[in-house]
C-alpha cells in the first residue's frame, strides 16, 4: 500500500467519486492513470465510499508533504520570511522576487510563493512585462510548475 501512497503523492493524484458512486483520479499535475493502472490501486486500496476516498487523500497529502522538498514559507526561519524581512528592513532593503512573493501572498503544491515569483521575474524580465502581460499568461505560468 505504501508503494501506492508514494506513486499518488509523487503524481499529486487523488482518489475521487462522482454523484454516481463511480471512483475516478483528479491530479494537479499533468498525469493521466491508464484505466488499468487506475482499477489496480481501487481495488488493492479498497476504495468504495466517498469516506475511502477522502481516507486515501489524506494519506497521499501527508505523504506529499514528507517529500516536498520546498518548505511553504510559513514553515521558514522568522529571519527569512519576506514579510518579516519587510517589517525589519524596509520595502528598499528587499529583492524584487521577495516584494513580488508578498503581492502574491501563496505559491502552489510544492512551490512558495517567492520561487513563483522568481519563475515569472525569469520569464518576463521585468514587473512592467508582468503587468503588461494579459491575465492568462501569468495564470498559465501560476500553474505550470
Known amino acids: 500500500m505504501k508503494d501506492i501512497i508514494d506513486l499518488l503523492a509523487t503524481s499529486s493524484t487523488y482518489p475521487m467519486i462522482s454523484p454516481?458512486?463511480?471512483?475516478?483520479?483528479?491530479?494537479?499535475?499533468?498525469?493521466?492513470?491508464?484505466?488499468?493502472?487506475?482499477?489496480?490501486?481501487?481495488?488493492?486500496?479498497?476504495?468504495?465510499?466517498?469516506?475511502?476516498?477522502?481516507?486515501?487523500?489524506?494519506?497521499?497529502?501527508?505523504?506529499a508533504a514528507e517529500l516536498r522538498e520546498n518548505r511553504p514559507i510559513r514553515e521558514w526561519i522568522e529571519e527569512e520570511r519576506p514579510r518579516e524581512m519587510l517589517v525589519k528592513y524596509g520595502p528598499e532593503t528587499l529583492s524584487l522576487s521577495k516584494l513580488m512573493a508578498i503581492i502574491l501572498r501563496i505559491g502552489r503544491e510544492g512551490i512558495?510563493?517567492?520561487?513563483?515569483?522568481?519563475?515569472?521575474?525569469?520569464?518576463?524580465?521585468?514587473?512592467?512585462?508582468?503587468?503588461?502581460?494579459?491575465?492568462?499568461?501569468v495564470k498559465s505560468e501560476m500553474s505550470q510548475k
Open 20 to 63: 454516481r458512486g463511480k471512483v475516478f483520479f483528479k491530479s494537479t499535475k499533468k498525469v493521466v492513470l491508464d484505466a488499468d493502472k487506475a482499477r489496480e490501486i481501487i481495488e488493492r486500496l479498497k476504495i468504495r465510499t466517498a469516506g475511502d476516498c477522502e481516507k486515501i487523500r489524506a494519506e497521499v497529502r501527508k505523504r
Open 112 to 137: 512558495s510563493a517567492e520561487e513563483l515569483s522568481k519563475r515569472l521575474l525569469n520569464k518576463f524580465g521585468t514587473l512592467r512585462e508582468i503587468d503588461s502581460s494579459p491575465n492568462l499568461l
